[in-house]
């Protein structure tokens, strides 16, 4: 079974987490988000928008591949 967007958008900041040792506040800088909704994205229990979404993927390819390769694909 696939794994919900939320899901997977959780374990990506996790491993980006994991990988790069930002704060919240560093990695909310990279994704330009505000810290609060990445907690949220992060314990998966935000709701991100298709926006959003792009700019967190797009940032952990840009900054962190390695944990975008980590946990795959959805």
């Not at 987490?17 to 990445?38: G, P, R």
């Not at 700019?55 to 962190?64: D, L, S, T």
Request: net charge positive; hydrophobic share 35%.
């Amino acid at each position: 079974m696939a794994k919900s967007i939320r899901r997977y958008i959780a374990e990506l900041l996790e491993a980006y987490h994991k990988h790069t040792k930002k704060t919240f506040t560093e990695m909310a800088l990279d994704f330009d988000v505000t810290v609060s909704n990445l907690y949220q994205y992060r314990n998966g229990t935000g709701n991100p928008t298709a926006e959003t979404i792009d700019k967190i993927i797009n940032g952990v390819e840009r900054h962190c591949p390695n944990a975008y390769f980590e946990i795959g694909r959805w």
